[in-house]
């Protein structure tokens, strides 16, 4: 506590003093302190977020001037300048992220009152307002909404603007809402900042979509780990997958080298039975062959022998293909006698 915050502590009445010290005890008690707007919150709803939060933050409300000197005297000046009209103090242990995400989640519909800002455009949706014929339709028109008599009832030709963002809901606006059951702002606990292990943050920091966001760094990881392996880096992630390729490049080396080798000796067969049978597909007197040999057409091309060369993904620009291809090197290690090649070429 700086001598100053001090000095004004020691001027306070005893029951304001004890006020700062529970609030400082809260601060002290958690990772994460914010600042959180409660302006037109109604007191059972505020109570009834109280007891939701539990378990998760913690909600303290005070006197503006205690809230500041409790944040003066445990370091938190970054949050002093949010505290500015119905706010309260929100502790937890949560990261920002997911109490921003909580309080946001926790925000229900509720109608709007006259002198009110609209905090976003407000629409009357086309449609069947349910309301008989009579004077009703004439205040839609009287507010910019398209509504007429058809059928019966009052209808809304189309969804009709009828106040922007930042406008004030006139008399008139608010009990055709009203009339409507539209209700077009939101209650709930407004983040105003957080203090996190000395990082301050705004709700703009906070307010992201977390499923692009995993998106994007399960992309990343996939692109690290493609260049690692075309770059030879050997990691804990990618070791498997290089000696794989290793497997596979060897592998292919020895068949095109003819290399005799236990590990080897089927494919070797195999090539050796193709390269016959091509050869006597290309002589013209069948009799001059032994008998199995006799009518042999020419094999489809086989395939490549060096099946087990690197398949880099240089040439793909998607991370995840790239994956793709260095799990077919797995393959060709399951298969391909990896403890052989190692005594061959070791």
């Not at 004004?8 to 601060?27: A, C, G, H, M």
């Not at 004077?135 to 028109?141: I, K, R, S, T």
Request: a negative charge; glycine letters at 8%; aromatic letters at 2%.
């Amino acid at each position: 506590m700086s001598a100053q915050a001090e000095r004004k502590t020691e001027n306070l009445p005893q029951w304001k003093k004890e006020e700062v010290d529970e609030l400082t005890s809260l601060i002290d008690s958690y990772e994460s302190v914010g600042i959180v707007g409660i302006a037109g919150i109604p007191s059972k709803q505020l109570q009834d977020m109280r007891r939701d939060l539990h378990g998760t933050a913690e909600l303290r409300v005070s006197r503006n001037t205690l809230q500041v000197r409790a944040l003066e005297e445990t370091g938190l000046d970054d949050l002093v300048t949010h505290i500015e009209g119905q706010v309260g103090l929100i502790a937890t242990d949560d990261n920002p992220f997911a109490l921003y995400k909580e309080l946001e989640a926790s925000k229900t519909p509720a109608p709007i009152n006259e002198g009110e800002v609209a905090p976003n455009d407000i629409v009357i949706p086309e449609g069947d307002t349910g309301v008989d014929p009579g004077p009703f339709v004439g205040e839609l028109q009287s507010i910019g909404a398209n509504a007429r008599i058809e059928e019966g009832s009052i209808q809304v030709m189309e969804d009709s603007t009828v106040l922007e963002a930042g406008e004030q809901v006139s008399a008139d606006l608010s009990n055709v809402l009203s009339e409507l059951g539209i209700e077009p702002k939101e209650v709930g606990l407004d983040l105003q900042a957080v203090v996190a292990e000395g990082v301050l943050f705004d709700p703009e920091d906070l307010d992201i979509d977390i499923e692009a966001y995993e998106s994007d760094v399960a992309t990343a990881a996939a692109r690290a780990r493609n260049l690692s392996v075309n770059a030879s880096y050997p990691t804990e992630a990618t070791a498997p997958t290089l000696i794989a390729k290793a497997t596979g490049e060897a592998k292919s080396l020895g068949l095109q080298a003819a290399i005799e080798d236990e590990a080897l000796m089927p494919d070797l067969v195999s090539k050796a039975d193709a390269q016959l049978r091509a050869l006597a597909a290309q002589i013209d007197d069948e009799d001059a062959l032994p008998e199995e040999l006799q009518g042999v057409e020419a094999p489809a091309a086989p395939a490549a022998a060096d099946e087990g060369e690197d398949e880099s993904a240089d040439d793909h620009d998607d991370a995840e293909a790239d994956d793709a291809d260095t799990d077919d090197d797995d393959d060709d290690q399951d298969g391909g006698g990896g403890e052989g090649l190692g005594a061959m070429f070791g």
